[in-house]
Protein backbone atom coordinates (compact mmCIF):
# COMPACT_ATOMS: atom_id res chain seq x y z
CA UNK A 1 0.00 0.00 0.00
CA UNK A 2 2.85 2.31 0.64
CA UNK A 3 4.33 2.11 -3.00
CA UNK A 4 1.31 2.84 -4.42
CA UNK A 5 1.54 6.41 -5.84
CA UNK A 6 -1.18 8.82 -6.14
CA UNK A 7 -1.61 10.54 -9.61
CA UNK A 8 -0.99 13.70 -7.74
CA UNK A 9 2.82 12.19 -6.91
CA UNK A 10 3.68 11.36 -9.88
CA UNK A 11 2.90 14.61 -11.76
CA UNK A 12 4.74 16.26 -8.67
CA UNK A 13 7.68 13.31 -9.69
CA UNK A 14 7.55 13.82 -13.21
CA UNK A 15 8.22 17.64 -12.99
CA UNK A 16 10.89 17.66 -10.41
CA UNK A 17 12.84 15.28 -12.95
CA UNK A 18 11.93 17.46 -15.75
CA UNK A 19 13.38 20.52 -14.18
CA UNK A 20 16.45 18.94 -13.03
CA UNK A 21 16.87 17.90 -16.31
CA UNK A 22 17.83 21.78 -18.26
CA UNK A 23 19.43 22.43 -21.65
CA UNK A 24 22.83 20.98 -22.78
CA UNK A 25 25.88 22.25 -23.52
CA UNK A 26 25.62 21.90 -27.13
CA UNK A 27 22.19 23.56 -26.95
CA UNK A 28 23.42 26.05 -25.63
CA UNK A 29 25.80 26.82 -28.20
CA UNK A 30 23.56 26.79 -31.18
CA UNK A 31 21.11 29.22 -29.47
CA UNK A 32 24.31 31.79 -29.05
CA UNK A 33 24.94 31.22 -32.97
CA UNK A 34 21.98 31.51 -34.01
CA UNK A 35 21.44 34.48 -32.01
CA UNK A 36 24.54 36.16 -33.50
CA UNK A 37 24.05 35.19 -36.94
CA UNK A 38 20.15 37.08 -36.31
CA UNK A 39 22.49 39.94 -34.59
CA UNK A 40 24.93 40.24 -37.54
CA UNK A 41 22.63 40.03 -40.29
CA UNK A 42 20.23 43.27 -38.45
CA UNK A 43 23.64 44.96 -37.97
CA UNK A 44 24.90 44.57 -41.25
CA UNK A 45 21.38 45.28 -43.29
CA UNK A 46 21.53 48.87 -40.62
CA UNK A 47 25.03 49.56 -41.86
CA UNK A 48 24.27 49.23 -45.13
CA UNK A 49 20.92 51.75 -45.05
CA UNK A 50 22.58 54.06 -42.83
CA UNK A 51 25.51 53.76 -45.90
CA UNK A 52 23.24 54.26 -48.74
CA UNK A 53 21.37 57.04 -46.55
CA UNK A 54 24.46 59.27 -46.44
CA UNK A 55 24.97 59.48 -49.75
CA UNK A 56 21.62 60.07 -51.17
CA UNK A 57 21.77 62.44 -48.56
CA UNK A 58 25.41 63.73 -49.93
CA UNK A 59 24.62 63.71 -53.75
CA UNK A 60 21.05 65.39 -53.01
CA UNK A 61 23.25 68.15 -51.49
CA UNK A 62 25.74 67.91 -54.52
CA UNK A 63 22.61 68.73 -56.73
CA UNK A 64 21.10 71.10 -54.92
CA UNK A 65 24.69 73.36 -54.72
CA UNK A 66 24.92 72.53 -58.36
CA UNK A 67 21.63 74.22 -59.53
CA UNK A 68 22.20 77.42 -57.23
CA UNK A 69 25.13 77.69 -58.72
CA UNK A 70 23.86 77.53 -62.22
CA UNK A 71 21.26 79.40 -62.01
CA UNK A 72 22.91 82.36 -60.46
CA UNK A 73 25.81 82.34 -63.22
CA UNK A 74 23.16 82.00 -66.05
CA UNK A 75 21.08 84.64 -65.00
CA UNK A 76 23.92 86.94 -64.56
CA UNK A 77 25.72 85.66 -67.42
CA UNK A 78 22.76 86.39 -69.38
CA UNK A 79 22.36 90.14 -68.42
CA UNK A 80 26.25 90.81 -69.23
CA UNK A 81 26.74 94.13 -70.93
CA UNK A 82 23.09 95.45 -70.25
CA UNK A 83 23.52 99.51 -71.12
CA UNK A 84 27.32 99.23 -72.50
CA UNK A 85 28.57 100.46 -75.11
CA UNK A 86 29.07 99.95 -78.75
CA UNK A 87 32.32 97.65 -78.17
CA UNK A 88 31.10 96.03 -75.05
CA UNK A 89 32.45 98.57 -72.29
CA UNK A 90 31.48 101.52 -70.23
CA UNK A 91 33.86 104.27 -70.61
CA UNK A 92 35.56 106.22 -67.36
CA UNK A 93 36.34 105.47 -63.77
CA UNK A 94 37.15 101.63 -62.81
CA UNK A 95 38.68 99.31 -65.68
CA UNK A 96 39.26 95.79 -65.31
CA UNK A 97 42.43 95.21 -63.41
CA UNK A 98 45.65 93.83 -65.98
CA UNK A 99 44.48 90.13 -63.98
CA UNK A 100 40.82 88.93 -62.51
CA UNK A 101 40.82 90.54 -59.42
CA UNK A 102 44.22 92.75 -59.00
CA UNK A 103 43.57 96.28 -58.56
CA UNK A 104 41.63 98.49 -61.70
CA UNK A 105 43.65 99.63 -64.61
CA UNK A 106 41.82 102.87 -64.26
CA UNK A 107 43.14 104.08 -68.07
CA UNK A 108 41.21 100.77 -69.86
CA UNK A 109 37.49 100.45 -70.10
CA UNK A 110 35.47 97.91 -68.16
CA UNK A 111 33.81 95.18 -69.86
CA UNK A 112 30.70 93.54 -69.54
CA UNK A 113 31.77 90.48 -70.04
CA UNK A 114 35.50 89.43 -68.67
CA UNK A 115 36.74 85.55 -69.02
CA UNK A 116 39.69 85.11 -67.21
CA UNK A 117 40.94 81.43 -67.57
CA UNK A 118 43.44 79.88 -64.33
CA UNK A 119 41.99 82.02 -61.52
CA UNK A 120 43.78 81.91 -59.12
CA UNK A 121 46.84 81.48 -60.89
CA UNK A 122 47.61 77.85 -60.97
CA UNK A 123 44.18 76.29 -60.46
CA UNK A 124 43.15 75.68 -63.98
CA UNK A 125 39.32 77.14 -63.18
CA UNK A 126 38.17 80.53 -65.16
CA UNK A 127 37.17 83.34 -63.42
CA UNK A 128 34.21 85.54 -64.50
CA UNK A 129 33.52 89.14 -64.24
CA UNK A 130 29.98 90.56 -65.48
CA UNK A 131 29.12 94.75 -65.85
CA UNK A 132 25.66 95.63 -66.55
CA UNK A 133 23.06 98.60 -65.97
CA UNK A 134 21.26 98.19 -62.69
CA UNK A 135 18.02 95.99 -64.59
CA UNK A 136 15.57 97.11 -61.02
CA UNK A 137 14.13 100.47 -62.99
CA UNK A 138 13.10 101.97 -59.30
CA UNK A 139 16.90 103.03 -59.75
CA UNK A 140 16.94 105.02 -63.11
CA UNK A 141 17.13 108.13 -63.54
CA UNK A 142 16.65 110.09 -66.68
CA UNK A 143 18.77 113.21 -68.26
CA UNK A 144 16.49 114.76 -69.99
CA UNK A 145 17.19 119.01 -71.71
CA UNK A 146 20.24 119.06 -69.37
CA UNK A 147 23.36 117.19 -71.76
CA UNK A 148 26.07 116.73 -69.81
CA UNK A 149 29.32 117.86 -70.69
CA UNK A 150 32.86 115.71 -71.17
CA UNK A 151 34.11 117.95 -68.32
CA UNK A 152 30.84 118.01 -66.17
CA UNK A 153 30.90 117.84 -62.31
CA UNK A 154 27.14 116.36 -61.56
CA UNK A 155 24.44 114.70 -63.35
CA UNK A 156 21.71 116.29 -63.00
CA UNK A 157 17.81 114.39 -63.52
CA UNK A 158 14.80 115.43 -64.66
CA UNK A 159 12.54 116.77 -62.60
CA UNK A 160 10.42 113.62 -62.82
CA UNK A 161 13.23 111.21 -61.17
CA UNK A 162 14.71 113.90 -59.41
CA UNK A 163 14.49 111.33 -56.36
CA UNK A 164 16.65 109.36 -58.08
CA UNK A 165 19.62 111.45 -56.97
CA UNK A 166 19.47 110.04 -53.42
CA UNK A 167 20.32 106.84 -54.44
CA UNK A 168 24.23 107.68 -54.96
CA UNK A 169 25.48 108.49 -51.26
CA UNK A 170 29.27 107.72 -52.12
CA UNK A 171 29.70 105.09 -49.43
CA UNK A 172 31.93 102.88 -51.98
CA UNK A 173 29.70 100.38 -53.05
CA UNK A 174 27.24 100.30 -56.37
CA UNK A 175 25.76 103.58 -55.24
CA UNK A 176 29.45 105.28 -55.53
CA UNK A 177 29.27 104.96 -59.14
CA UNK A 178 26.90 106.25 -61.81
CA UNK A 179 26.50 104.69 -65.25
CA UNK A 180 24.58 106.85 -67.88
CA UNK A 181 24.11 105.33 -71.21
CA UNK A 182 23.00 106.17 -74.52
CA UNK A 183 21.72 104.12 -77.74
CA UNK A 184 22.99 107.03 -80.17
CA UNK A 185 26.28 108.50 -79.50
CA UNK A 186 27.57 109.18 -82.82
CA UNK A 187 25.23 106.66 -84.21
CA UNK A 188 26.11 104.25 -81.75
CA UNK A 189 25.69 103.00 -78.67
CA UNK A 190 27.50 104.77 -75.69
CA UNK A 191 27.61 104.06 -72.08
CA UNK A 192 30.13 106.46 -69.51
CA UNK A 193 30.71 105.95 -65.37
CA UNK A 194 31.73 108.27 -62.71
CA UNK A 195 32.62 108.20 -59.54
CA UNK A 196 29.76 109.74 -56.96
CA UNK A 197 31.47 112.45 -55.50
CA UNK A 198 29.39 113.63 -52.79
CA UNK A 199 25.62 112.60 -51.48
CA UNK A 200 23.19 113.20 -54.46
CA UNK A 201 20.21 115.52 -53.79
CA UNK A 202 17.34 117.53 -55.20
CA UNK A 203 18.08 115.31 -58.72
CA UNK A 204 21.58 116.74 -58.93
CA UNK A 205 24.42 113.90 -58.25
CA UNK A 206 28.33 115.41 -58.12
CA UNK A 207 30.64 113.80 -59.61
CA UNK A 208 34.70 113.40 -59.80
CA UNK A 209 35.76 114.74 -63.31
CA UNK A 210 36.93 111.82 -65.76
CA UNK A 211 40.12 112.02 -67.43
CA UNK A 212 41.18 108.25 -68.34
CA UNK A 213 42.36 107.86 -71.91
CA UNK A 214 39.30 105.60 -72.50
CA UNK A 215 36.76 108.07 -71.36
CA UNK A 216 38.35 111.23 -73.50
CA UNK A 217 38.98 108.86 -76.53
CA UNK A 218 34.98 108.44 -76.79
CA UNK A 219 33.69 111.55 -74.85
CA UNK A 220 34.48 114.24 -77.46
CA UNK A 221 31.75 116.48 -77.47
CA UNK A 222 28.62 117.39 -75.43
CA UNK A 223 26.55 113.97 -74.52
CA UNK A 224 22.98 113.33 -75.77
CA UNK A 225 20.23 114.75 -74.08
CA UNK A 226 18.63 111.60 -73.59
CA UNK A 227 20.45 109.53 -71.10
CA UNK A 228 19.15 106.92 -68.75
CA UNK A 229 21.37 106.43 -65.96
CA UNK A 230 21.60 104.22 -62.86
CA UNK A 231 24.25 102.53 -60.30
CA UNK A 232 26.67 99.71 -61.84
CA UNK A 233 26.04 96.31 -61.28
CA UNK A 234 29.56 94.90 -61.47
CA UNK A 235 29.84 91.50 -59.65
CA UNK A 236 32.29 88.11 -60.19
CA UNK A 237 32.04 84.48 -59.47
CA UNK A 238 35.70 82.56 -59.34
CA UNK A 239 36.19 78.83 -57.32
CA UNK A 240 38.09 79.26 -53.47
CA UNK A 241 40.20 76.26 -52.70
CA UNK A 242 42.94 77.36 -51.31
CA UNK A 243 43.08 77.23 -47.17
CA UNK A 244 43.62 80.98 -46.23
CA UNK A 245 42.01 83.57 -43.88
CA UNK A 246 40.13 84.86 -46.41
CA UNK A 247 37.56 82.80 -47.32
CA UNK A 248 36.02 79.46 -46.47
CA UNK A 249 37.50 77.30 -49.34
CA UNK A 250 39.83 74.55 -49.53
CA UNK A 251 41.35 71.84 -51.25
CA UNK A 252 39.10 69.36 -49.45
CA UNK A 253 35.54 71.86 -49.66
CA UNK A 254 35.91 73.85 -52.93
CA UNK A 255 33.51 76.65 -52.96
CA UNK A 256 32.19 78.89 -55.90
CA UNK A 257 32.24 82.44 -54.24
CA UNK A 258 30.33 85.90 -55.36
CA UNK A 259 31.65 89.36 -55.64
CA UNK A 260 28.74 91.53 -55.08
CA UNK A 261 30.56 94.91 -55.91
CA UNK A 262 33.79 94.77 -57.51
CA UNK A 263 34.35 98.40 -57.52
CA UNK A 264 34.29 98.24 -53.79
CA UNK A 265 36.38 94.91 -53.99
CA UNK A 266 38.99 96.91 -56.34
CA UNK A 267 39.33 100.25 -53.44
CA UNK A 268 39.93 98.19 -50.94
CA UNK A 269 42.93 97.90 -49.17
CA UNK A 270 43.95 94.81 -50.98
CA UNK A 271 43.33 95.73 -54.07
CA UNK A 272 41.06 93.48 -55.21
CA UNK A 273 39.16 90.39 -54.52
CA UNK A 274 39.10 87.81 -52.61
CA UNK A 275 37.64 89.48 -49.89
CA UNK A 276 36.13 88.83 -46.95
CA UNK A 277 32.78 90.63 -48.10
CA UNK A 278 32.52 87.91 -50.80
CA UNK A 279 29.79 85.54 -50.43
CA UNK A 280 29.63 81.74 -50.37
CA UNK A 281 27.10 80.21 -52.75
CA UNK A 282 27.77 77.32 -53.70
CA UNK A 283 30.26 74.67 -51.58
CA UNK A 284 31.35 71.22 -53.33
CA UNK A 285 31.57 73.63 -56.81
CA UNK A 286 35.42 72.14 -58.12
CA UNK A 287 35.91 73.20 -61.68
CA UNK A 288 33.94 75.87 -63.29
CA UNK A 289 34.74 76.70 -66.99
CA UNK A 290 33.29 79.47 -69.61
CA UNK A 291 33.66 78.68 -73.77
CA UNK A 292 32.49 81.53 -76.18
CA UNK A 293 31.00 81.32 -79.78
CA UNK A 294 31.45 84.31 -82.11
CA UNK A 295 28.83 84.00 -84.22
CA UNK A 296 29.16 87.44 -85.81
CA UNK A 297 32.27 86.14 -87.38
CA UNK A 298 29.92 83.83 -89.33
CA UNK A 299 30.53 80.53 -87.43
CA UNK A 300 27.60 78.09 -86.62
CA UNK A 301 27.59 77.94 -83.19
CA UNK A 302 24.97 74.52 -83.37
CA UNK A 303 28.17 72.88 -85.35
CA UNK A 304 30.25 71.03 -83.03
CA UNK A 305 33.27 72.15 -80.23
CA UNK A 306 35.55 73.42 -82.79
CA UNK A 307 33.60 76.92 -83.24
CA UNK A 308 33.25 77.34 -79.32
CA UNK A 309 37.10 79.01 -77.90
CA UNK A 310 38.09 78.86 -74.17
CA UNK A 311 37.98 82.22 -72.61
CA UNK A 312 37.15 86.05 -73.80
CA UNK A 313 39.25 88.81 -74.10
CA UNK A 314 37.66 91.80 -75.74
CA UNK A 315 40.03 94.29 -74.71
CA UNK A 316 42.16 93.01 -78.16
CA UNK A 317 41.79 94.53 -81.56
CA UNK A 318 40.80 91.20 -82.96
CA UNK A 319 37.48 90.35 -80.76
CA UNK A 320 34.41 92.20 -81.03
CA UNK A 321 31.61 92.69 -78.14
CA UNK A 322 29.14 92.50 -81.36
CA UNK A 323 30.47 88.96 -83.00
CA UNK A 324 29.88 87.48 -79.06
CA UNK A 325 26.60 84.92 -79.09
CA UNK A 326 26.54 82.78 -76.73
CA UNK A 327 28.39 81.30 -73.77
CA UNK A 328 28.49 78.41 -72.62
CA UNK A 329 29.13 77.52 -69.01
CA UNK A 330 30.23 74.31 -67.22
CA UNK A 331 30.24 72.96 -63.37
CA UNK A 332 31.95 70.56 -62.04
CA UNK A 333 30.23 69.78 -58.20
CA UNK A 334 31.75 66.82 -56.06
CA UNK A 335 29.88 65.79 -52.68
CA UNK A 336 31.12 67.40 -49.45
CA UNK A 337 33.02 63.88 -48.54
CA UNK A 338 33.70 60.77 -49.86
CA UNK A 339 32.27 57.58 -49.88
CA UNK A 340 33.50 54.62 -47.99
CA UNK A 341 32.11 52.32 -49.61
CA UNK A 342 33.13 53.10 -52.93
CA UNK A 343 36.49 54.28 -52.97
CA UNK A 344 36.59 54.09 -56.74
CA UNK A 345 33.16 56.03 -57.86
CA UNK A 346 34.91 58.74 -59.42
CA UNK A 347 38.09 60.85 -60.11
CA UNK A 348 38.41 64.62 -61.50
CA UNK A 349 37.34 66.08 -64.07
CA UNK A 350 38.51 68.39 -67.01
CA UNK A 351 35.19 69.48 -68.62
CA UNK A 352 37.17 71.98 -71.18
CA UNK A 353 40.07 69.85 -72.11
CA UNK A 354 40.76 72.01 -75.05
CA UNK A 355 41.76 75.27 -72.87
CA UNK A 356 45.44 74.54 -72.04
CA UNK A 357 44.98 73.99 -68.91
CA UNK A 358 45.24 70.53 -66.65
CA UNK A 359 43.40 69.70 -63.26
CA UNK A 360 45.45 68.53 -60.61
CA UNK A 361 44.96 64.97 -60.09
CA UNK A 362 42.42 64.17 -63.43
CA UNK A 363 42.45 60.81 -63.62
CA UNK A 364 42.43 59.41 -60.35
CA UNK A 365 39.82 57.85 -58.27
CA UNK A 366 39.47 59.33 -54.91
CA UNK A 367 35.72 58.27 -53.51
CA UNK A 368 34.00 61.61 -54.06
CA UNK A 369 30.66 61.71 -56.35
CA UNK A 370 30.62 64.38 -59.28
CA UNK A 371 28.65 65.50 -61.48
CA UNK A 372 28.91 67.70 -64.43
CA UNK A 373 26.30 70.42 -65.73
CA UNK A 374 26.34 71.96 -68.88
CA UNK A 375 24.49 75.20 -70.37
CA UNK A 376 24.54 77.56 -73.55
CA UNK A 377 23.56 81.54 -72.55
CA UNK A 378 22.72 83.88 -75.15
CA UNK A 379 24.35 87.31 -75.17
CA UNK A 380 21.31 89.28 -76.10
CA UNK A 381 23.07 92.69 -75.24
CA UNK A 382 26.03 91.25 -77.56
CA UNK A 383 23.48 90.47 -80.50
CA UNK A 384 21.89 93.76 -79.92
CA UNK A 385 24.88 95.78 -80.37
CA UNK A 386 25.16 94.29 -83.62
CA UNK A 387 22.19 94.96 -84.78
CA UNK A 388 22.80 98.47 -83.43
CA UNK A 389 26.04 98.52 -85.57
CA UNK A 390 24.60 96.80 -88.24
CA UNK A 391 21.32 97.60 -89.31
CA UNK A 392 21.87 101.57 -89.79
CA UNK A 393 19.68 102.79 -87.31
Request: with cysteine; net charge negative.
Amino acid sequence: MNHVLTRRDRITRSAVQLARKGFTLIELIIAIALSSLVGILIYTVFINQTAAYRSQADMGTMQQNLRVAMEMLSRDVSMAGWGVGWDGAVWGAGGQGPTMGGAAADQSPLYGLWINQDWPAGTAHDAIEIVMKDPNRASWGWVTGNPLDCTTASVVFHPDSAGQAALYNNNGQAAGHIMCYTPLLRGKPGSFLWTVAGPGNNGVVPVTLNNQSDYTAECTEALPQRMICAPPRYVAYYIDDVLDSTGIGSADQPVLYYVPDVLAANASSNGGYPTPDDIPIAIGIEDMQFEICMGGTGVDCTDPATVWSAGLDISGATTNWADVTAVRIHLVARTLRPDPQRAAVSSVVDPDPDDGWQLSGTGTADGYHRRVARTQVLMRNATGTWQALNAGW
